[in-house]
């Protein structure tokens, strides 16, 4: 199975500032020849499901603010918020659908300092 | 709209067994999958598997490997996850999710099914 690791585990940010959110994966998960990674980011606030906000590891899905972005590739991975609002507190979490079974990081919570 | 309705809560003692429904609606059923995912409480997201709603081929998380079964009715746009043998683990929020497509990422989640075990 692919592990997916993040970092940190929780991260508290001012409004207004960046918030940064790491993700490995412990092989490759990079899609054919299509030179496209098979990772998506996803917002869960409390008592909701997930939302995804990121795939193919930098495509914003339709909706999802544009202060969201997604960057890297092969194993590292990074979810930028480039401007913290109060609404975005929340936790986050990366996925490898490269293969079965699509594992899920640990989660990264996000707060206002 | 896509929209993906899952069944109520439910109590179950250990050893007992629990069908949770997903029923789908706003879009074409049998042309994406349903992926499963619970979340124990305080916990993290745990992918349980996949089912193909055009041909029903399943993937199973290893460690549920024999104890959960996911299907589908084509007739009804509803899918099934049913999980044996329950134990105080298995305590959690069940959700269903659709798939983009033949790729494997969620772009649709159900409501959140709680089942809780317990004596």
């Known amino acids: 199975d692919i592990v997916m690791t993040q970092s940190p585990d929780s991260l508290a940010v001012s409004l207004g500032e960046r918030a940064t959110i790491n993700c490995k994966s412990s092989?490759?998960?990079?899609?054919?020849?299509?030179?496209?990674?098979?990772l998506a980011w996803y917002q869960q606030k409390p008592g909701q499901p997930p939302k995804l906000l990121i795939y193919w590891a930098s495509t914003r899905e339709f909706g999802a603010p544009d202060r969201f972005s997604g960057s890297g590739s092969g194993t590292d991975f990074t979810l930028t918020i480039s401007s913290l609002q109060a609404e975005d507190v929340a936790v986050y979490y990366c996925q490898q659908y490269y293969s079965f079974p699509c594992t899920f990081g640990q989660g990264t919570k996000l707060e206002i300092k | 709209q896509v929209q993906l309705v899952q069944s109520g809560a439910e109590v179950k003692k250990p050893g007992a067994s629990v069908k949770v429904s997903c029923k789908a609606s706003?879009?074409?059923?049998?042309?994406?999958?349903i992926t499963w995912v619970r979340q124990a409480p305080g916990q993290g997201l745990e992918w349980m598997g996949w089912i193909s709603a055009y041909n029903g081929n399943t993937h199973y998380a290893q460690k549920l490997q024999g104890r959960v079964t996911m299907t589908t009715d084509t007739s009804t746009s509803t899918a099934y996850m049913e999980l044996r043998s329950l134990r105080s683990d298995d305590t959690a929020v069940y959700y269903c999710?659709?798939?983009?497509?033949?790729?494997?990422?969620?772009?649709?989640w159900g409501q959140g099914t709680q089942v809780t075990v317990s004596s």
């Open positions: 706003g879009y074409t059923f049998t042309s994406y999958g």
């Open positions: 999710a659709r798939d983009r497509s033949g790729y494997k990422f969620c772009d649709h």
């Open positions: 092989q490759s998960v990079l899609y054919g020849s299509s030179n496209k990674s098979s």
